[in-house]
């Protein structure tokens, strides 16, 4: 499992997280939704080592990525695949060699493998096998999207983090990407950690949703607890209001 303890991050003067407390269990999808700038994506690139908290800490199947040797973090983060928010691909390789890249710095498959590897982990997106010779710029958004979720499935990682990953898509295209995320989770077993504004991915692919708010959680619960929620922060945002109602003084 991942757990966030007390976990507390600044930039500055801008402190983003205050107290962050969450606990991911293994095999279900937590989905993190909350405003703009609350700090969302900062929580999760603690889980990975990319970022230090000030205070508090990160728990990873049950070890701080900040007590780690350089080597025992790369072995952690090779249980963990991370989906960026625009793919992140390399423009100037091939989707094949996106793919594999993973597998060739792990060194563990040989290149017969390597191959079999991509080849099924873009039929896993349902990519046909031809996308593999083609470059990043000559696919749509969502097909884009895609190859990011297969170089990152390519990995077999415990643990999957998605950030934002219907960012920029159509609805028809979300969806698409949605159906993929709640298969990774039933076919492969992973854990996953998603980030997101939009209700109805989270609603989707969600197991649990938490309300980042003000760099704590606001209120973490199942979809339906979420959805029927009384507290009208989180209504306001699920709802998409502008405004908060009349019964704003809700107590924390």
Partial sequence: MIVFQNLHKAFGDNRVLRGFDLEVNEGETMVIIGFSGTGKSVAIKHIVGLLEPDEGRVIV????????????????????????????????????????????????????????????????????????????????????????????????????????????????????????????QKQLGVTGIVITHDMRSAYTVGTRIAMLYEGRVRQVGTVDEIKNTTDPIVKQFIEGRAELEPTAGFAR
């Fill in 61 to 184: 199947d049950g070890v701080n990525p900040q007590t780690l040797s350089r080597q025992e973090l790369y072995a952690l983060r090779g249980k963990i695949g991370y989906v960026f928010q625009f793919a992140a691909l390399f423009d100037s390789l091939s989707i094949y060699d996106n793919v594999a890249m993973g597998l060739r710095k792990q060194g563990q498959l040989n290149e017969a493998q390597i191959r079999d590897r991509v080849h099924e982990s873009l039929e896993l997106v349902d990519l046909e096998a031809d996308v593999a010779d083609r470059l990043p710029a000559e696919l749509s958004g969502g097909m884009r999207k895609r190859v990011g979720i297969a170089r990152s499935v390519a990995l077999r990682p415990k643990y999957l983090l998605y950030d934002e990953p219907t960012t920029g898509l159509d609805p028809v295209t979300s969806a698409v990407i949605d159906a993929l995320m709640v298969r990774m």
